[in-house]
């Protein structure tokens, strides 16, 4: 199937039926080859996940930063379908905001309010071998792409399926397309003989398009071996504006750190 007809028939699917999925997995599935490497992301690095603190909730447990138990997951996400957990994670702290963007577009707040969101920063332990969708017009990706060259019809495909990538939620059948993507791809046989155990892909860009990010996603079985907390810290971020499908935040409040981390049970202890 032509690419550009893939995205279409993608487009045509009724995403009120309860087997969308299915079609869009399906679509997805039809594909033998993808044009996506592997790389070594190494020991050392350092990604953020952040949660929001609804009602200014305190996060007590490094465990409730992590990823959710399989039984709590509920609805699609860019990766996963209902009942699958992964370690969503991010390259900056500030590339984590980016990814919430829609969430706290859709909190019921005003010009004034704070949102509290809380971070937490991991170490990786060891090296990974991860699957990477290329995104050449993301410089946070460029030193992972220096040796990769693509097709042009690769890049064709890559160009329509980063344009999902970039999306929030704010689309409503947005990660049903992504996670029917994600999860064909996991299971192509191709991308298995790579023996990867995590994926990076582009993160949503900012206005400007200047220093946006990627996301790293891991099984929570690789997550528990390879990711050690290095630090816990929450922001108050001001609204300054809010719409519809917009919210501006100042992003420049303090950092707030708690008094201590039991690295062993995950207790975090705020002031």
């Keep these: 199937m032509d690419v550009n007809e893939l995205f279409e028939e993608l487009e045509s699917i009724d995403y009120s039926s309860n087997l969308s999925y299915e079609r869009a997995f399906r679509l997805f599935n039809q594909i033998s080859v993808y044009p996506i490497f592997s790389i070594t992301l190494k020991k050392g690095s350092r990604v953020y996940r952040t949660r929001t603190n609804i009602g200014h909730k305190q996060f007590n447990n490094t465990s409730e930063l992590s990823y959710p138990p399989e039984e709590f997951v509920n609805g699609f996400s860019r990766t996963n379908r209902p009942r699958q957990s992964f370690l969503y994670t991010s390259n900056f702290e500030w590339t984590t905001y ?162 201590s981390i039991d690295i062993i049970s995950g207790d975090i202890t705020w002031n």
């Design 98 to 259: 980016m990814e919430l963007h829609s969430e706290w577009t859709s909190l019921d707040v005003i010009p004034g309010d704070v949102i509290s969101a809380t971070t937490i920063k991991y170490i990786t332990k060891e090296d990974i071998l991860v699957s990477i969708i290329p995104d050449f017009r993301n410089m946070g990706m460029k030193g992972f792409l220096k040796k990769v060259k693509v097709s042009d019809i690769e890049a064709v495909f890559l160009k329509r399926m980063n344009s999902l990538l970039e999306k929030n939620k704010l689309d409503p059948h947005i990660y049903i397309k992504t996670s029917a993507f994600f999860n064909a791809i996991r299971i192509n046989p191709a991308i298995q003989d790579l023996r990867t155990e995590g994926l990076i892909y582009t993160s949503v860009p900012n206005k400007d398009r200047v220093d946006n990010g990627w996301n790293l996603v891991l099984s929570t079985a690789c997550a528990d071996r390879v990711c050690s907390v290095e630090e816990v810290f929450k922001r108050d971020l001001f609204v300054l504006s809010k719409s519809s499908n917009e919210i501006n935040l100042a992003t420049n409040a303090e950092r707030v750190n708690p008094s």
